[in-house]
Structure formats: structure tokens, C-alpha cells
């Protein structure tokens, strides 16, 4: 519509106050968290922050503790109960079955089919595999192992790749299976080499992301060894140590995925052979890669308990995690040298006797979790729409999420319904019942409302062990009095 030139004036500066308020609004209820004339609090979805001081507020139980127990071994597994661990990290199908009163992840090896592959075959192996898996009561999987390394790839690895096969076998799993957690491989962390058989964690998550893999993990897998530093040693883009973490974490919220955690799949210290009498470095080539990792047992015993304390005050979004290793010491020299590296992970020696380090993991003070899902309500847009009142209809406001923010593999269902409003619009959703992780659509009916900014509530309610969760999110309606804002 034409309008003359003061007519069209007050136009734009109506149409410009109204959004200025709108954004007003929205800033202040965001800095306050209170709503405005006595309507509910608004729940926003807000992302935990790293705890820089250990005197901190310490945030609620997260933490599994767990460890790696490796196959072909004779080991006496009371060494699990003793160590305090709730969780056990497994290769096969034989151990799995050995730890009916652990939680079990298992570490899920595939072959990538290739792409011009068989990849019906794959997903009924993987659905096969799944429902075996369940029947053995294992409760997670790792699908694959350090993907980002060409050594655990057949080929250069291939972040797009990887996210191909994982989606797969995660869509299988849940078809099947879907009580069972999908944790995604545990990457290395690593530099990129000039040969790239091997790239960098945060550049090849970050392509992950980029592919759309967030949407096919329950928690994320990371290796986080600290090497020779300190846990507490400051994260840095060039260097490799445990809080190496937070910079993967930091990747994950940059892409949306802040409400899944990540499970450290492997960490650990290498203890100096030379403690026990050998010199490896004279009599076995294959661990000179490694030597520059060593530190004496007191230490490996100081840091491996000040890293499980670390994530426990700090990284609220941290699962599982599970040491390397227990017992690889014991595997017979056919299978490793007696200075292979991965020996002088573990924290029993090589006569079945423990280290420092298991004496002191046993001793240590420990906030076992509850396994309980925590609902959050995350904004998919702004969750504001504009129309001018000439042409009423119904209109989408926006969309929000109901995500499960507390342990994987929990779930609850979740009854969404709008607060009524005497003087707004007639406001629908869809689904009115959602599960954990569906994303609901509001809709508004503006037939008769006049030019102003009208701010809407939905309340959604859950029952969560027990307890009725209740919490809500809000958005805006934007009504102006132009001829042109039609949809």
C-alpha cells in the first residue's frame, strides 16, 4: 500500500517501537528469569560452565567410574569390586558376560562397508549384534575405536565416513535396542601429521558436526590421556593433556549438542618400566614413542585420582569414565613385549599385584551418580513471529525442544499445554505428549487481537522418578498495524 510521506513516517516508527520493545523485553527477561504481571518464571536451557576454582559450588553427582579389563587374561575380578567401580569396559562377548553386577560398555569394532558397500548385510549384522549384546546386559556402546588415527581406520581417516557408519549402526541399534546408550568412538587426541594419518580430535569432530553426527550419539566418546602433564595443566590448542576436554566441550555447545555429555572412554598415565628394573628404551625400540609420556608410579597414583576428582568438582557434563587399564600388564609376551606401552597403563603389575596407583583409586573419596533423566527446555529460534492485524491467521510461533539433560538412556514422556491468556491468542502445540528429545511446535490464532506485543506460555509437566517436573517456556506475538506483514 502507497502511503503519503507523514503517514508513512508514523508507520515505520510505530512498526520500529514495537520491535524495540519486543527486543527490550526479551533482554530483560532473559538478565532476570522473571516474567512479567505475575506469570510463571520462564525455564531457560543454560549451559553448565566450567568450575575454575576447586572451592567452588560442586555441581551435582555425574560422574561413572570405571575401568578397562583386558580379554584372554586371568585376572581375579574382585579387583573391580575393590577399585569401586561401577562401570567395566569390555572387547568381547565372553567378558561381557562375566560382569552381571557392573555396568558394562562394550567396545563395538566394525569394518567400514565402503561406499559402494553391502550395506543392507552390515545393518542386519549390527541389529544382530545389538539384541546379543542386550541379552549379555551390556548397557552401552562405543561404535569403534579412535577413528581420527589411520591406524583404527582402513584408510586416511574420514570424518565424514565415520559419521556415515555411525549414523547407521545408531539407527539400527535403536531400532532393536533402543534402551541401549550409543556413545560415539573415542577420539584420540592427537595433531594432525603431514601425512594426515592422523587428525587432529577437535578438527575431526568438528567435521563430525558438520555431518550432522550429533544427532546420532547419546554421549559423545573422548580419550583425554594426560601424557606427562598435570590434570590440571590449562587446556591449550597445542598441547595435548587431559582438559584437552573442555575444548571438545566448547565444540559441542558452538554446534547445539551442549545437552549430551561426553564419556572419557580412555585416560590414564604411563608408569616408568624402569621402576621395575627394566630399560626399555636399550631393549624395545616401540616404546621410544612413548617414553615422553612416563612419570614414576607415586605420580601416575596422584594424577589418575586428581583427574577423576577434577571432572567430578568441574565438568558437570562429564559421564563415565573409564581408566586405562587395569590388567594388560598380565597378558603373556606372545601377545605384548614386556615393554609394550600399554603395560605400564595398568595398575596392576605383571604377578597380579597392585601398583600405587590401584591402592590409591581404591582409597579414593567418590559421589556415585543418580541415574536419573533431568528434563530441559532448549529454543530452537527466537520463538517470535510478526503479523499485521488485517490479516489474521494462524501462525507458527517457533519451536522448542524437551531434551534429557540428565543420565543417557533415561527417557520420560512430558504433557505440553499452553497457559491460557484472557486477552492474547488462542495458542496450540504439536505434539501436546512428547518424548525426551521431540521438538514441539507452537502456533498462535491472531483473529482479533489489535497492533501490540503479546507474550505466551507453555507449560510442560513430567513425571521424573517419582517427582512431578513442571517447567515452561515462553514466546512472542508481534502484531503491527501494517497492510504488508501477511503470511
Known amino acids: 500500500m502507497v502511503k503519503d510521506g507523514k503517514s508513512y513516517w508514523v508507520y515505520c516508527m510505530k512498526h520500529k517501537i514495537v520491535l524495540f520493545l519486543t527486543v527490550l523485553l526479551t533482554l530483560f527477561a532473559n538478565l532476570t528469569n522473571v516474567s512479567m504481571g505475575g506469570l510463571p518464571r520462564h525455564v531457560f536451557a543454560t549451559e553448565p560452565t566450567y568450575v575454575q576454582s576447586i572451592a567452588a559450588t560442586i555441581p551435582r553427582p555425574h560422574l561413572g567410574y570405571g575401568i578397562h579389563v583386558a580379554p584372554n587374561t586371568t585376572v581375579d575380578l574382585g579387583w573391580v569390586d575393590r577399585l569401586g567401580m561401577d562401570w567395566v569396559k569390555v572387547y568381547t562377548d ?16 566394525l569394518i567400514y562397508p ?11 549384522g549390527v ?4 539384541l546379543k549384546l542386550v541379552d ?5 556402546v562405543e561404535v569403534h575405536n579412535e577413528p581420527n588415527l589411520q591406524a583404527e581406520w582402513p584408510g586416511p581417516p574420514n570424518a565424514w565416513q565415520y559419521t556415515q557408519m555411525l549414523r547407521v549402526v545408531y539407527t539400527e541399534i535403536k531400532a532393536v535396542a533402543p534402551q541401549l546408550i550409543v556413545v560415539s568412538a573415542g577420539l584420540a587426541p592427537t595433531v594432525t601429521t603431514p601425512s594426515r594419518d ?16 550429533g544427532d546420532y550419539f547419546d554421549a559423545f566418546g573422548y580419550h583425554p590421556y594426560g601424557y606427562n602433564a598435570p590434570p590440571e595443566d590449562a587446556p591449550n590448542a597445542r598441547t ?24 572419557l572412554t580412555e585416560f590414564g598415565w604411563l608408569r616408568d618400566p624402569a621402576e621395575e628394573g627394566l630399560n626399555c628404551l636399550a631393549t624395545d625400540l616401540s616404546f621410544a614413542g612413548f617414553s615422553w609420556m612416563k612419570v614414576s608410579g607415586q605420580t601416575q597414583a596422584d594424577y589418575i585420582v586428581r583427574a577423576f576428582d577434577f571432572a567430578d568438582k568441574n565438568w558437570a557434563w562429564a559421564g563415565p569414565m573409564f581408566l586405562w587399564n587395569l590388567n594388560w600388564s598380565m597378558l603373556g609376551p606372545g601377545v605384548l613385549s614386556q615393554c609394550n606401552h600399554m603395560r605400564w597403563f595398568s595398575i596392576l603389575r605383571s604377578d597380579g599385584q597392585p601398583t600405587l596407583a590401584l591402592n590409591s583409586v581404591a582409597a579414593m573419596p567418590r559421589r556415585p551418580v543418580r541415574e536419573m533423566a533431568e528434563m530441559t527446555l532448549v529454543a530452537m529460534d527466537d520463538m517470535t513471529v510478526e503479523i499485521g492485524y488485517s490479516c489474521p491467521a494462524i501462525v507458527e510461533v517457533g519451536q522448542f525442544q524437551i531434551r534429557n539433560t540428565g543420565y543417557p538412556g533415561t527417557g520420560f514422556d512430558a504433557t505440553i499445554e499452553p497457559a491460557i491468556s484472557l486477552s492474547g491468542p488462542e495458542v496450540t502445540v504439536s505434539p501436546a505428549i512428547a518424548a525426551s528429545d521431540d521438538v514441539i511446535t507452537v502456533y498462535a490464532d491472531t483473529t482479533g487481537l489489535t497492533a501490540g506485543l503479546y ?3 507453555i507449560n510442560v509437566d513430567s513425571e521424573i522418578s517419582g517427582a512431578i517436573v513442571s517447567q515452561n517456556i515462553r514466546g512472542y506475538v508481534v502484531v503491527t498495524d501494517s497492510f504488508s506483514d501477511c503470511q
Open 94 to 109: 565372553n567378558e561381557a558376560g562375566y560382569y552381571r553386577n557392573k555396568k558394562v560398555l562394550f567396545r563395538y569394532d
Open 114 to 124: 565402503g561406499d559402494n558397500g553391502n550395506w543392507s548385510e552390515f545393518k542386519a
Open 127 to 130: 541389529r544382530a549384534r545389538a
Open 136 to 140: 549379555l546386559g551390556v548397557e552401552a
Open 198 to 213: 592422523a587428525i587432529t580430535d577437535v578438527d575431526f569432530a568438528r567435521e563430525m558436526f558438520e555431518n550432522g553426527a
Open 240 to 263: 595435548l593433556n587431559y582438559r584437552r576436554t573442555e575444548m571438545l566441550r566448547d565444540l559441542m555447545v558452538e554446534y547445539g549438542l551442549g545437552s549430551k555429555p561426553i564419556w
Open 455 to 457: 507474550v505466551i506460555y
